[in-house]
T-cell receptor, first 114, second 112 residues
Framework: AQSVTQPDIHITVSEGASLELRCNYS??????LFWYVQSPGQGLQLLLK??????LVQGIKGFEAEFKRSQSSFNLRKPSVHWSDAAEYFC????????????FGTGTRLKVLA | EPEVTQTPSHQVTQMGQEVILRCVPI?????FYWYRQILGQKVEFLVS????????KSEIFDDQFSVERPDGSNFTLKIRSTKLEDSAMYFC??????????FGPGTRLTVT
């Protein structure tokens, strides 16, 4: 069955430190991949997406993600975290045919220490 | 920039009542979706809608749920007889040809 896994439920980093959030997918073929951020009580904001091509994608707010086919991973990174980055981060994937429904990971809650 | 809108932002209803959640997708999009997120949990797919019919639905989307695109602009999710466990944030999304979905801000449904 298709699935998206985010192994880390909670991550705490200090402001200014680097960040990596992990995401692994299990699909028959390489899916389209996305990272969303959700602040408490808010909707989903798209950070970045991967469809094809360059495996390192740049997103908003200084985030980037690297697609690694051999590891079925699409990890999100940021070189220097700001206190405003504290939120929940969701990785999502969709098939490249059919209904294009998204399957979301369980999310990683990021806490930033001042 | 065009966006998906949803109304109401918060709906409180009593168990057993019918609710209709409304969404206005981006105008030239062809694919429409409903997702839900129970508090503290992940976002789950409910249903996709294309060419005026359901193209896929999840196990959650049972006979109590229905979707409609009544007038070519709105996209609605109806829950016929709400249960306590239907309390969640419901997100509408629409997509065009690039498979990227644009999400609305959500409707928080509280069933008491």
């Amino acid at each position: 069955a298709q699935s998206v896994t985010q192994p880390d439920i909670h991550i705490t980093v200090s402001e200014g430190a680097s960040l990596e959030l992990r995401c692994n997918y299990s699909y028959g073929a390489t899916p389209y991949l996305f990272w969303y951020v959700q602040s408490p009580g808010q909707g989903l904001q798209l950070l970045l997406k991967y469809f094809s091509g360059d495996t390192l994608v740049q997103g908003i707010k200084g985030f980037e993600a690297e697609f690694k086919r051999s590891q079925s991973s699409f990890n999100l990174r940021k070189p220097s975290v700001h206190w405003s980055d504290a939120a929940e981060y969701f990785c999502a994937a969709c098939t490249t045919s059919g209904t294009y429904k998204y399957i979301f990971g369980t999310g990683t809650r990021l806490k930033v220490l001042a | 920039e065009p966006e998906v809108t949803q109304t109401p932002s918060h709906q409180v209803t009593q168990m057993g009542q019918e609710v209709i959640l409304r969404c206005v997708p981006i105008s030239n999009h062809l694919y429409f979706y409903w997702y839900r997120q129970i508090l503290g949990q992940k976002v789950e797919f409910l249903v996709s809608f294309y060419n005026n019919e359901i193209s896929e639905k999840s196990e959650i989307f049972d006979d109590q749920f229905s979707v409609e695109r009544p007038d070519g602009s709105n996209f609605t999710l109806k829950i016929r007889s709400t249960k306590l466990e239907d309390s969640a944030m419901y997100f509408c999304a629409s997509g065009g040809e690039t498979y990227e979905q644009y999400f609305g801000p959500g409707t928080r449904l509280t069933v008491t």
